[in-house]
């Protein structure tokens, strides 16, 4: 499916972090799935991202693995929010305080 401009644009942009809104079926899913990947392409480092929900983060993780080489797969983690903080708090709270 070809991206709007709009959408192409988000996808275009990877010099920083993005708010993505939408209604339902306005296809956000892909376009963050095609911009990830296209950051992976593009960019050293890794790419973190956060959704509310489990279903969400396993179909964005999956499209996105679809998209990249399989040596890029270390560098994306998708989760949700609360599954990641959890983790900070549980592995990174000494450190906190």
């Not at 993005?18 to 392409?41: D, F, M, Q, Y």
């Not at 396993?58 to 609360?82: A, C, F, G, Y």
């Amino acid at each position: 499916m070809k991206l709007t401009n709009s959408q192409q644009k988000i996808v275009d942009y990877i010099e920083g972090h993005i708010l993505v809104t939408a209604g339902p079926g306005s296809g956000k899913t892909r376009v963050l799935t095609n911009r990830i990947a296209n950051i992976l392409e593009k960019k050293k480092g890794k790419v973190l991202a956060l959704t509310f929900s489990n279903k969400a983060a396993e179909e964005i993780s999956d499209r996105v693995k679809n998209q990249i080489s399989l040596e890029n797969h270390n560098r994306i983690k998708v989760e949700t929010i609360h599954s990641f903080c959890l983790d900070l708090v549980l592995n990174r709270g000494n450190q906190i305080g």
